[in-house]
């Protein structure tokens, strides 16, 4: 097993101090968000798919420093109503940019859908009242 953490946690600092602070932590790894509901605060996702230079830079920073990168972040709400759409683009483009890198893990979030005409995520948690069993089973 292997241990490492999202760098979202401390995605005020630099890519450069987050790098020196997981190597002092003596973790394994980093895992590095790539959009959606992450800020992406340590890659341009655009710029790694374009760019097999950028993509080797960025593992070569993380590999200078004796740690590896465990895994790509994409969550977000692929299914959502309004933005799922633009979510599952980013989700796409990850697991690309993951293939051309080597990288073993997409970290992904199931996503939740809206009832048939909905705006916002809608969750079903009951059978009652009759319509909810309509939308549990369109959903």
Do not use: C
């Amino acid at each position: 097993m292997k241990l490492g953490f999202l760098t979202d946690g401390v995605g005020r600092k630099s890519f450069d101090e987050v790098l020196e602070f997981a190597s002092e932590l003596g973790v394994d790894g980093i895992e590095l968000a790539t959009g959606n509901w992450s800020e992406a605060p340590h890659l341009e996702l655009d710029e790694l798919r374009g760019s097999p230079d950028a993509r080797k830079r960025l593992v070569r920073a993380i590999e200078d420093r004796g740690l590896e990168l465990l895994a790509l972040n994409a969550n977000g709400n692929q299914l959502h109503p309004i933005e799922g759409e633009e979510h599952d683009r980013v989700v796409r483009r990850t697991i690309e940019v993951a293939a051309d890198m080597g990288v073993p893990t997409v970290v992904l979030m199931s996503g939740l859908p809206g009832a048939r005409g909905d705006r916002f995520p809608n969750w079903i948690t009951s059978s009652w009242p009759p319509e909810a069993v309509e939308i549990l089973r369109y959903q």
